[in-house]
């Protein structure tokens, strides 16, 4: 949310500034997934002077998560702004993955025109066209700009003939079929005009940003109306809600009254905190005027949607609607054998906590019980979504068993359907063939190929748990050149039945710690998560069988010794290197009778009933059932 302590140099007449129509322009960048979107808004500083000439930086300052600087992805939406020629520019940041569009969908709701930045080389993707709907569902003008110029196999002028159809494609009205588009580099900090035109600095870009985005209605004599559309949590202030003024002006210690529309009742409120943007940081003011982006702290009862309003006009705007969940997940309580060894919070209620805070900052995310008590069941957007969730709970101390992710089943005009997604691959050409194949056993029909140098990109439309453990697998069958993305597409009626795992797994019958001898004497079985030294538990999988079933065995078995000794008989054992699945790789490999055991130090593959004998039983159970 822009917490970082940057402190630009601001002139006293952006503090003053006045509120009319032309002083204020508020826009949304949006881009497919490192197609240079946080590293345009980078130089776009630099050039309007956001950052002193001595100023150090870091790269990618709006990525200021430890998570989105290692995935190098925006995960949160951000707010920021930048003053250039009396002009104050609100930017927002926008997530480029589909898995965290509702974050997308919010935002576009303070915005008054969109920046679409579209890769020279790649063009249009999924996440392209995702966030390209929403903003035309928001009846927004696009601007183009295509990134990346510089490299040597760009095709500018292809690449604008896709992104015309791409307009056409989603019904896009003529005056947005009229959209400006300038060429040029975010790295670099140029635009022009025309590909290769000499520009040496984002000029053109500033000029159409000022030029084609319509500055706010002002109506400062109505009645206030501002809506959270993002919130934050600060230590100091509380909650925090970010959102626009749509009507009136918001004043620092106004009472006024919390509405939503779907709720009877409002609340009575006080503004104890306010600020705006300046630069990356948020700046006290004393009001904010219509047309701008707020930041208001200490109201905890802040929900997403809410309107703050006078109490003689209580008229909340509408509430936000955001795409439901494809995926759900189990969270529970890790009671493995190892449990409570690693991390700090590892309680039900700690989990919930947890939980319901995670849902209430993140709308795309739906939290429900389960019946056990120790059990929560966790709706999002896709496997990646869920994905960030349970990596920021290891690193905050959090010990999770999650298990696998399924999608969701929704009963549309009496039928019921599965969530479908439009996915497309970049790969080689001469590894086509496999993707095709693959993808086509998972219920995939692909819609289009077209050739990019070298390479192919495909697109399909595919049941959306046939993505699931897809990106893995591809990459093995293109050693590891392909590229994945997908977007939600529709809901469509069940697709058949899809190839699950064809491998069985290597469980540990027994608790310990792994010895050499043993792995070396079980290596043909397969293939081991596992080294030397690892502390184990009875139902824990240590690799992944050769065959089609499970398979338990002992990894801590010791070599026996004798009193006969004889020189050369003893040899070194030679043992493979362990496989070392991700997080995201786990949560697509575990099957329905398997968890994720996730710590702050480890990730370990279980079984959720660890005994042998009590899996065995249950399995003559379910077979004598069948029959």
């Known amino acids: 949310m822009g917490t970082l302590t940057f402190h630009p140099p601001f002139s006293e007449k952006s503090y003053t500034m006045s509120s009319s129509t032309q002083s204020i322009r508020n826009v ?10 946080t590293t345009l808004v980078d130089s776009m500083f630099r050039h309007a002077g956001t950052f002193r000439s001595h100023q150090q930086v870091v790269e990618r300052a709006l990525d200021s998560e430890d998570q989105e600087r290692e995935r190098g992805i925006t995960i949160l939406a951000k707010n920021t702004s930048m003053v250039y020629r009396d ?23 303070m915005a008054d025109g969109v920046l679409l930045l579209v890769d020279a080389f790649e063009g249009p993707m999924p996440q392209t066209r995702f966030v390209l709907r929403k903003a035309f569902e928001h009846g927004l003008k696009a601007l183009v700009m295509i990134n990346k110029i510089d490299r040597q196999d760009c095709r500018p002028e292809e690449v604008l003939d896709e992104v015309f159809d791409l307009f056409v494609e989603l019904g ?45 209605e002002i109506n400062l ?72 982006i707020a930041v208001v702290g200490g109201i905890e009862e802040f929900q997403i949607g809410d309107t703050l309003c006078p109490e003689d006009h209580q008229n909340p705007l509408p509430a936000i609607k955001i795409d439901e969940p494809t995926i759900s997940m189990i969270f529970r309580v890790n009671d493995s054998p190892l449990s409570g060894k690693d991390g700090k919070y590892v309680t039900s209620r700690h989990l919930l906590e947890r939980l319901r805070r995670a849902s209430t900052r993140d709308v795309a995310l739906t939290l429900d019980e389960t019946g056990a008590k120790d059990a929560y069941e966790v709706k999002g957007r896709g496997v990646l979504h869920l994905g960030v969730l349970i990596e920021k709970m290891r690193r905050e101390g959090f010990e999770v068993a999650v298990g696998k992710p399924r999608v969701i089943i929704k009963n549309v005009d009496g039928k019921w359907c599965e969530p479908y997604e439009r996915a497309t691959v970049e790969c080689p050409t001469e590894h086509s063939g496999r993707v095709i194949e693959y993808l086509g056993r998972r219920r995939g029909r692909m819609t289009q190929m077209e050739p990019l140098g070298a390479s192919s990109k495909l697109e399909f439309e595919i049941p959306a748990r046939g993505l699931i453990g897809a990106r893995t697998a591809l990459l093995t069958l293109t050693q590891g050149e392909a590229i994945l993305s997908h977007v939600f597409d529709s809901w469509q009626k069940d697709g058949g039945r899809i190839p699950r795992r064809n491998t069985g797994v290597l469980v540990a019958d027994r608790g310990g710690s792994t010895v050499p001898y043993a792995l070396f004497i079980l290596a043909d079985r397969g293939k081991f998560f596992v080294g030397p030294g ?41 043992i493979a290197p362990p496989v070392v699945m991700g997080l995201e790789e786990a949560l697509e490999y575990i099957e329905d009778d398997e968890l994720l ?5 480890h990730l370990r593959i279980r079984k959720i009933i660890l005994s042998d004998k009590d899996r065995r039983r249950t399995q003559r159970s379910k077979d004598k059932v069948a029959t």
């Open 172 to 216: 896009a009205t003529g005056d947005q079929l009229d959209f400006p588009v300038v060429y040029g580099s975010g790295r670099d900090g140029y635009a022009g005009d025309e590909p290769g035109d000499g520009s040496k600095d984002l000029e053109p870009l500033f000029r159409m940003l000022l030029d084609h985005i319509p500055p706010p």
């Open 87 to 109: 002009v104050r520019i609100n930017v927002v940041d926008t997530p480029g993955h589909a898995d965290f569009g509702g974050q997308v969908e919010r935002t576009l709701s």
């Open 221 to 292: 004599e109505n009645p206030l109306r501002f809506q959270a559309v993002t919130l934050d949590h600060d230590d100091f202030l509380g909650r925090i809600a970010v959102g626009r003024v749509t009507e009136g002006v918001l004043k620092l210690g106004s009472r006024l009254f919390l509405c939503h529309p779907l709720r009877d009742r409002s609340f009575p409120v006080t503004v104890k905190s306010l600020f705006r943007y300046e630069g990356l940081v948020r700046t006290p003011t004393n009001e904010v005027s219509c047309g701008d």
């Open 534 to 574: 690892v502390e184990v538990y009875e139902g824990m999988i240590v690799g992944e069988n050769g065959k089609d079933e499970d398979l338990a065995l002992n990894v801590c078995r010791t070599k026996k010794l004798t009193n006969l000794r004889a020189s050369g008989r003893d040899e070194n054992v030679s």
């Open 597 to 601: 055991e996730v710590t702050p130090s």
């Open 28 to 37: 949304a960048i949006v881009a497919h997934v490192d197609h240079g979107k």
